[in-house]
Antibody, heavy 118, light 107 residues
Framework: QVQLQESGPGLLKPSETLSLTCTVS????????WSWIRQPPGQGLEWIGQ???????NYNPSLKSRVTISVDTSRKKFSLKLNSVTAADTAVYFC????????????WGQGTLVTVSS | DIQVTQSPSTLSASVGDRVTITCRAS??????LAWFQQKPGKAPKLLIY???NLESGVPSRFSGSGSGTEFTLTISSLQPDDFAIYYC??????????FGQGTKVET
């Protein structure tokens, strides 16, 4: 059973780059799509993007110009970079696994709060 | 891009009630629709995938139906543990995902 854990800085200043890592334990990384989703305080879920272990990726069009998702299958980690952050990027960031096809998205990490404040 | 719209945004119900939440897609999505439950401070939990398939370990009082543009999540007999926020999600392997805005089920 795959388990995921997010890690990274919890506080950033405006214009900095958000960098988060998701560490995967359990099943190997192959044949999974690895995703990032965020949730501003008190609001709904927003999909950020996903990457397949082959390196193929797609992103939310509204964030695409600022987002990079990468995967390191040998180290069983995948990462999110979001540049030029503002207060609007303050959110709980979740990583999640998706096996592709009709299967649903899960499991998820527990989430990590990132606050952007000067 | 495909948008998904949930209704209602808030639903008041009591233990034992039958509860139905609706999700509409802005264009046909076949059965690429999932439902999640989220409780405060927790990650969303997958309940239903492929519109009507029950995720392993999820109680059978949860069910999903629909295809194309209109979908429903039904809880046949609401239990105390079911008070939460529910989200629908359009997903697929190679196109953008979108989430509904959420439905809060409260007492």
């Amino acid at each position: 059973q795959v388990q995921l854990q997010e890690s990274g800085p919890g506080l950033l200043k405006p214009s900095e780059t958000l960098s988060l890592t998701c560490t995967v334990s359990g099943d190997p990384l192959s044949d999974y799509h690895w995703s990032w989703i965020r949730q501003p305080p008190g609001q709904g879920l927003e999909w950020i993007g996903q990457i397949h272990d082959s390196g193929s990726s797609n992103y939310n069009p509204s964030l695409k110009s600022r987002v990079t998702i990468s995967v390191d299958t040998s180290r069983k980690k995948f990462s999110l970079k979001l540049n030029s952050v503002t207060a609007a990027d303050t959110a709980v960031y979740f990583c999640a696994a998706y096996r592709g096809g009709w299967s649903g998205v899960g499991p998820w990490g527990q989430g990590t709060l990132v606050t952007v404040s000067s | 891009d495909i948008q998904v719209t949930q209704s209602p945004s808030t639903l008041s119900a009591s233990v034992g009630d039958r509860v139905t939440i609706t999700c509409r897609a802005s264009q046909g999505v076949d059965s690429w629709l999932a439902w999640f439950q989220q409780k405060p401070g927790k990650a969303p939990k997958l309940l239903i995938y492929k519109a009507s398939n029950l995720e392993s370990g999820v109680p059978s009082r949860f069910s999903g139906s629909g295809s194309g543009t209109e979908f429903t999540l039904t809880i046949s007999s609401l239990q105390p543990d079911d008070f939460a926020i529910y989200y629908c999600q359009h997903y697929s392997a190679y196109s953008p995902w979108t989430f509904g805005q959420g439905t809060k089920v409260e007492t």
